[in-house]
T-cell receptor, first 112, second 118 residues
Framework: DAKTTQPTSMDCAEGRAANLPCNHS???????VYWYRQIHSQGPQYIIH???NNETNEMASLIITEDRKSSTLILPHATLRDTAVYYC?????????????FGTGTRLTIIP | GAVVSQHPSWVICKSGTSVKIECRSL??????MFWYRQFPKQSLMLMAT?????????EQGVEKDKFLINHASLTLSTLTVTSAHPEDSSFYIC??????????????FGPGTRLLVL
């Protein structure tokens, strides 16, 4: 699976949009971009994933650049409960048992 | 939907004993389950991948005789840490794929089990 690069940490004011960047310059055509987050002492929570089109769900939006070499996860109105480590992962989809390789992620802190 | 549970949530045991951790998919049939381990201030590391009714595939460096994985049904996988030692103390997390009405290949994670070996 392609490797990703994320900033180590970010702060965001409560109520503002949190924009978390991810670089995946070696992504291949059949790899999806997945985002998970891990709140302290809990298991990771799935947020969103996409291939090349922008995606939106009730939790977040995912913006993928046209060349697919980077993406941005957007939490539109950050709350204190969004404080967590956010992981950007690229993986092949289509075989049912493809593993996720977790990097160090971005530690997002929401400031009151 | 796509809820995964783990039991117990935390366990303390003496060195040399065995500990079993259960992972259940509550509202879907999990074709594949994964077991991860996370040490303090580190990221998740995959230990093994298991498919229902077949032997687990272990990652390099993970002792299959020490970490026994059984995936006997489409909703249950167990991880048994045999002859546990203090260095096995960690946060063990399972995940599962195969959800109904969801992307069947998205991994959904359990809440984790914290193991402390004295």
């Amino acid at each position: 699976d392609a490797k990703t690069t994320q900033p180590t940490s970010m702060d965001c004011a409560e109520g503002r949009a949190a924009n978390l960047p991810c670089n995946h310059s070696t992504i291949s055509g059949n790899e999806y971009v997945y985002w998970y987050r891990q709140i302290h002492s809990q298991g990771p929570q799935y947020i969103i994933h996409g291939l090349k089109n922008n995606e939106t769900n009730e939790m977040a939006s995912l913006i993928i650049t046209e060349d697919r070499k980077s993406s941005t996860l957007i939490l539109p109105h950050a709350t204190l409960r969004d404080t967590a480590v956010y992981y950007c992962i690229v993986r092949v989809v289509g075989f049912g048992n493809e593993k996720l390789t977790f990097g160090t992620g971005t530690r997002l802190t929401i400031i009151p | 939907g796509a809820v995964v549970s783990q039991h117990p949530s935390w366990v303390i045991c003496k060195s040399g004993t065995s500990v079993k951790i259960e992972c259940r998919s509550l509202d879907f049939q999990a074709t594949t389950m994964f077991w991860y381990r996370q040490f303090p201030k580190q990221s998740l590391m995959l230990m093994a991948t298991s498919n229902e009714g077949s032997k687990a595939t272990y990652e390099q460096g993970v002792e299959k005789d020490k970490f026994l994985i059984n995936h006997a049904s489409l909703t249950l996988s167990t991880l048994t840490v045999t002859s546990a030692h203090p260095e096995d103390s960690s946060f063990y997390i399972c995940s599962a794929t195969g959800g109904w009405g969801t992307d069947a290949e998205t991994q959904y994670f359990g809440p984790g089990t914290r193991l402390l070996v004295l």
